[in-house]
C-alpha cells in the first residue's frame, strides 16, 4: 500500500535509525555513539518500547517509520492511551492534512494571544504491507471508535489490537470523511518512507491557509 503522512519540522529525523541495516549494527553503533552523545538517548527515544525485530532497519526513511514508537505522545492519540506509539497514516496527502490541520487548530486555540504563526511539516510517502491489519471501515461512522471528540472507545479497540498482535487498524477518516486512514501498530511492515514535500499551516487565530512549499524530487 502507499499512503502519507505529515510530521512537523520541528523534529528531526533520527539518523542513527538510517545508518545501519540490521539490529546488531543499530546496537553497536549505539553503544559507540553513547559514549560521547550525551543527547543520543533523547534523540533516539524510548526503544524500549519497540522490540529491535519490529524496527525496518535497511529501508529508506526507517527512522521516519521508528519514531512514533520511540518517541510516544503522552497525551495519546486516537487508539493509543499514551503507552505506546502509533505510525498514522492517510490515502492521500489531502486526508493527511486535514487530520494534522485539525489537532493543529485543537491545540493552539488554547494557547492564550497567539496572534500569527507559521508552522512548517514535511510531507512524506510510505509504501507498507496490510497483512495483520484489522478492518474498522466496515464499523458504522456512528459508532463511538468514530467519535470527533473522544477517544475512549478507540483506545479500547487499539490496545485490544496489540493485545492481540494485529500490526494496526484501517479505518474511515473522521477529519475527511469518506477517505481512509491507517493506525499501525509496529513499523515492521513499512518497507519506505520517503520525504516528498514541505507545507506549512498559517495561523491567526485559526488554522487560515495551507500551502505547498515544495516537492522533492528523487
Same mark, same amino acid.
Given at each position: 500500500?502507499?499512503?502519507?503522512?505529515?510530521?512537523?519540522? $520541528?523534529?528531526?529525523?533520527?539518523?542513527?535509525?538510517?545508518?545501519?541495516?540490521?539490529?546488531?549494527?543499530?546496537?553497536?553503533?549505539?553503544?559507540?555513539?553513547?559514549?560521547?552523545?550525551?543527547?543520543?538517548?533523547?534523540?533516539?527515544?524510548?526503544?524500549?518500547?519497540?522490540?529491535?525485530?519490529?524496527?525496518?532497519?535497511?529501508?529508506?526513511?526507517?527512522?521516519?517509520?521508528?519514531?512514533?514508537?520511540?518517541?510516544?505522545?503522552?497525551?495519546?492519540?486516537?487508539?493509543?492511551?499514551?503507552?505506546?506509539?502509533?505510525?498514522?497514516?492517510?490515502?492521500?496527502?489531502?486526508?493527511?492534512?486535514?487530520?494534522?490541520?485539525?489537532?493543529?487548530?485543537?491545540?493552539?486555540?488554547?494557547?492564550?494571544?497567539?496572534?500569527?504563526?507559521?508552522?512548517?511539516?514535511?510531507?512524506?510517502?510510505?509504501?507498507?504491507?496490510?497483512?495483520?491489519?484489522?478492518?474498522?471501515?466496515?464499523?458504522?461512522?456512528?459508532?463511538?471508535?468514530?467519535?470527533?471528540?473522544?477517544?475512549?472507545?478507540?483506545?479500547?479497540?487499539?490496545?485490544?489490537?496489540?493485545?492481540?498482535?494485529?500490526?494496526?487498524?484501517?479505518?474511515?477518516?473522521?477529519?475527511?470523511?469518506?477517505?481512509?486512514?491507517?493506525?499501525?501498530?509496529?513499523?515492521?511492515?513499512?518497507?519506505?518512507?520517503?520525504?516528498?514535500?514541505?507545507?506549512?499551516?498559517?495561523?491567526?487565530?485559526?488554522?487560515?491557509?495551507?500551502? $505547498?512549499?515544495?516537492?522533492?524530487?528523487?
Amino acid at each position: 500500500m502507499r499512503a502519507y503522512r505529515l510530521v512537523n519540522s $520541528k523534529f528531526p529525523p533520527i539518523a542513527i535509525f538510517d545508518d545501519v541495516a540490521s539490529a546488531d549494527e543499530f546496537e553497536a553503533l549505539y553503544a559507540l555513539q553513547a559514549l560521547t552523545n550525551p543527547r543520543l538517548a533523547n534523540q533516539v527515544g524510548r526503544l524500549e518500547l519497540v522490540p529491535r525485530a519490529d524496527i525496518p532497519f535497511g529501508i529508506p526513511g526507517c527512522s521516519y517509520a521508528a519514531a512514533p514508537f520511540t518517541h510516544v505522545n503522552p497525551d495519546g492519540s486516537r487508539f493509543s492511551d499514551g503507552s505506546f506509539g502509533v505510525l498514522y497514516l492517510a490515502d492521500c496527502m489531502e486526508t493527511a492534512i486535514a487530520e494534522v490541520r485539525f489537532h493543529q487548530q485543537s491545540y493552539w486555540s488554547r494557547v492564550p494571544d497567539l496572534r500569527y504563526e507559521r508552522f512548517v511539516f514535511r510531507g512524506l510517502t510510505a509504501r507498507f504491507g496490510e497483512q495483520g491489519v484489522l478492518d474498522a471501515l466496515q464499523v458504522p461512522p456512528q459508532d463511538p471508535i468514530y467519535s470527533p471528540t473522544s477517544y475512549t472507545a478507540a483506545r479500547v479497540l487499539g490496545r485490544d489490537a496489540l493485545r492481540a498482535g494485529a500490526s494496526g487498524v484501517r479505518y474511515g477518516s473522521v477529519r475527511q470523511p469518506g477517505a481512509t486512514c491507517w493506525g499501525l501498530l509496529t513499523p515492521r511492515q513499512v518497507t519506505s518512507v520517503v520525504q516528498t514535500g514541505h507545507y506549512e499551516m498559517i495561523w491567526c487565530g485559526e488554522i487560515a491557509a495551507v500551502h $505547498k512549499l515544495s516537492t522533492r524530487v528523487g
